[in-house]
Every structure is written in structure tokens, then in C-alpha cells.
């Protein structure tokens, strides 16, 4: 059974920053590209990033780019997303997804709250 | 990076059938047959429906349908159950080699 565990999400500042991790199992976690996607509280989901299977080719929304990075572990089966300079739009659930194919995610995580507020 | 646009709500007696449309651009939904339905309840995750135009994952009921013509899919519902009742988002592929969803359209089954 495919399972996606989110950790890390919080109450930070605006400006601050915050570590998602995204623990994977259930399926072979190093030949799948990943996603984070996130979804306001009664909003639709919104893309966030991708990554590849080995880590060398990421991709970002406009809104994020700068200030997110993705990244992975395969050997730990762990996804990450690191926040920087964190605004209050940034107020979300954060899920991380496996690419079923080009792009499109079939198994999404439970998610983790994040919330930017003073 | 636009949002796909879908109808805010769409509504159903149950047996009857509803489609929900999605439009987007040359860009995306036009561009590629990349493009996925997703149905999530309240408190729930997304579940994947439909994934390129028409295809269903294993499990998913037949009574659910994708199609697409031009720069607009659209996801058919035939034979409406209650447990239909959810908010429906699109989503596809873009020559930015991002992912766009649409807005997301309620369904209510009256």
C-alpha cells in the first residue's frame, strides 16, 4: 500500500522558514518523480514543485520560485521541501504526491498545516 | 501560470447523468493530453478520477468519463449516487512543465 507521511509544518513568522519532510513507503520511492502541492483552507490545490527521480531536475510555480527548494533522499525514502522567506500567502496544507505520469500526481499524502501569521 | 476554469457548481437527481467542463489554453489543456480529474470529500485527499483525457486508475467506477475537444476536457458523471456528492478539480500539464489545476467545481446530488 502506497503511504505518503507529511512532518514539519507550524506556525512560523512572515520571513521565517520551515523543513517539510515527506516520508514515502509502500512502493519503489527512487523511481518515481514527486510533487508538493498545496491547498488553502477551502481552496483548491495549487502546484508547488517536481522533482526527478535522482534529484537533478526540479521545477517551480512562479509563486515559490527563489524561495523553495525541493529535494530528496533515496536511501531514506524522503522527500523535502525547504521554505524560505515564508509570506502569509503561503498559508496552506502542504501534500506531497507521487507522478503517476507527465506530470500527474495519483497518490497524494494526508498533508502537513503550515501557517504564516505574526 | 493560470488556473484552469471550471464552474463553480454543478447539480444532479440521482440515475442522471452531469458533465463538468474545463478550459484552459493552448498552453496546457489544448497543448496535451495530459490532463486528470480528481474528486475529493471534505477532510479528504484528492483521489485521482481520470488521468490523460479518458483513462480510469483500477478501481475507479465506469460510470465516471473524461474527454476533451480543443482547448476544453470535460469529466461525465452517468447514473448520479450520493456518495458523487464532492468538489471535482481538473488538472493538466503545461508546456512550462508545471502542473495546473482548475478551481474546482461542487457537485451536489439533489
Known amino acids: 500500500e502506497v503511504q505518503l507521511v507529511e512532518s514539519g509544518g507550524g506556525l512560523v513568522q512572515p520571513g521565517g522558514s520551515l523543513r517539510l519532510s515527506c516520508a514515502a513507503s509502500?512502493?519503489?520511492?527512487?523511481?518515481?518523480?514527486m510533487h508538493w502541492v498545496r491547498q488553502a483552507p477551502g481552496k483548491g490545490p495549487v502546484w508547488v514543485s517536481r522533482?526527478?527521480?535522482?534529484?537533478?531536475?526540479?521545477t517551480y510555480a512562479d509563486s515559490v520560485k527563489g524561495r523553495f527548494t525541493i529535494s530528496r533522499d533515496n536511501a531514506k525514502n524522503t522527500l523535502y521541501l525547504q521554505m524560505n522567506s515564508l509570506r502569509a500567502e503561503d498559508t496552506a496544507v502542504y501534500h506531497c504526491?507521487?507522478?503517476?505520469?507527465?506530470?500527474?500526481?495519483?497518490?497524494w499524502g494526508q498533508g502537513t498545516l503550515v501557517t504564516v501569521s505574526s | 501560470q493560470s488556473a484552469l476554469t471550471q464552474p463553480a457548481s454543478v447539480s444532479g437527481s440521482p440515475g442522471q447523468s452531469i458533465t463538468i467542463s474545463c478550459t484552459g489554453t493552448?498552453?496546457?489543456?489544448?497543448?496535451?493530453?495530459?490532463v486528470a480529474w480528481y474528486q475529493q470529500h471534505p477532510g479528504k485527499v484528492p483521489k485521482l478520477m481520470i488521468y490523460?483525457?479518458?483513462n480510469r486508475p483500477s478501481g475507479v467506477s465506469d460510470r465516471f468519463s473524461g474527454s476533451k475537444s480543443g482547448d476544453t476536457a470535460s469529466l461525465t458523471i452517468s447514473g448520479l449516487q450520493a456518495e458523487d456528492e464532492a468538489d471535482y478539480y481538473c488538472?493538466?500539464?503545461?508546456?512550462?512543465?508545471?502542473?495546473?489545476f482548475g478551481g474546482g467545481t461542487r457537485l451536489t446530488v439533489l
Open positions: 490523460d483525457v479518458t
Open positions: 493552448s498552453s496546457d489543456v489544448g497543448g496535451y493530453n495530459h
Open positions: 509502500g512502493f519503489t520511492f527512487r523511481s518515481y518523480w
Open positions: 504526491a507521487r507522478d503517476l505520469l507527465w506530470n500527474l500526481p495519483d497518490y
Open positions: 488538472a493538466s500539464f503545461t508546456s512550462s512543465h508545471t502542473l495546473a
Open positions: 522533482i526527478n527521480t535522482d534529484g537533478s531536475i526540479t
